[in-house]
T-cell receptor, first 112, second 115 residues
C-alpha cells in the first residue's frame, strides 16, 4: 500500500462542508484511494473509494487530483454524528493478500 | 443483511492466561480478516483467510496467536499466553465478491484488557 499522510485532527461547524485532505504522492497506477471512518467504540465503516475520477455517493464526495498524488473527502453537510476518525488508504484490491493498512487517520470533530 | 458478529464484546484476563475471540462474517463472504487496534492507533492486519485457507499471516505473532476458520464460515482467534501489550480491540472484517466496490464490513470488535 502507498503511504498516506493526513492531518491529525480537524474541526468543522455543524451544517458546513467538512473537507478532509489526504496526501498519497507515491500511489501506484493500479491503487485505489479508499476512505473509511471509525466512530467511537465501533469498527471502521466504508465511505467511498476512487481510482482517477471524482466520485459521489450518499455519504460523501471524493475529489482526486489529476496527478493522483492527493485527494479530498467532502462531507457536504456535516452533522454531530460525523464526529469520527477518518482513514485514507491507498491500496490495490484485486484479490490475494489485500488487507488494509491503516494509518492514524484524521480525528474530525463537528462543533455544534 | 446482518453485519459481522463478534463475541465477546469485552474481556478482561490476567497476563499469561489464554483467551479466544469469535467472529461470524456476513453470509456468503469468502474472505475474513482479523485486525488488532491498540488505543490511539489505526487497525493492524493480523491474518486474512480466503474460505478456510490462510492468505496472509505475515503480521501474526505466531508464538502466541493462532487463528482458524475450519469450515470457511466463522473464525476463532486465540492468544496463549497473553501479555500486557496484547490489550487492544480485536476487529473482524469480511468481504465478498465485489468487495472492491463495496469495501470491507467490520464488526464492532472485542475489547481485551490484560492485567
Amino acid at each position: 500500500d502507498a503511504k498516506t499522510t493526513q492531518p491529525t485532527s480537524m474541526d468543522c461547524a455543524e451544517g458546513r462542508a467538512a473537507n478532509l485532505p489526504c496526501n498519497h504522492s507515491t500511489i501506484s497506477g493500479n491503487e485505489y484511494v479508499y476512505w473509511y471512518r471509525q466512530i467511537h467504540s465501533q469498527g471502521p465503516q466504508y465511505i467511498i473509494h476512487g481510482l482517477k475520477n471524482n466520485e459521489t455517493n450518499e455519504m460523501a464526495s471524493l475529489i482526486i487530483t489529476e496527478d493522483r498524488k492527493s485527494s479530498t473527502l467532502i462531507l457536504p453537510h456535516a452533522t454531530l454524528r460525523d464526529t469520527a476518525v477518518y482513514y485514507c488508504i491507498a491500496t490495490y484490491s484485486g484479490g490475494g493478500a489485500d488487507g488494509l493498512t491503516f494509518g492514524k487517520g484524521t480525528h474530525l470533530i463537528i462543533q455544534p | 443483511e446482518a453485519g459481522v458478529a463478534q463475541s465477546p464484546r469485552y474481556k478482561i484476563i490476567e497476563k499469561r492466561q489464554s483467551v479466544a475471540f469469535w467472529c461470524n462474517p456476513i453470509s456468503g463472504h469468502a474472505t475474513l480478516y482479523w485486525y488488532q487496534q491498540i488505543l490511539g492507533q489505526g487497525p493492524k492486519l493480523l491474518i486474512q483467510f480466503q474460505n478456510n485457507g490462510v492468505v496472509d499471516d505475515s503480521q501474526l505473532p505466531k508464538d502466541r496467536f493462532s487463528a482458524e476458520r475450519l469450515k470457511g464460515v466463522d473464525s476463532t482467534l486465540k492468544i496463549q499466553p497473553a501479555k500486557l501489550e496484547d490489550s487492544a480491540v480485536y476487529l473482524c472484517a469480511s468481504s465478498g465478491t465485489g468487495h472492491i466496490f463495496y469495501g470491507y464490513t467490520f464488526g464492532s470488535g472485542t475489547r481485551l484488557t490484560v492485567v
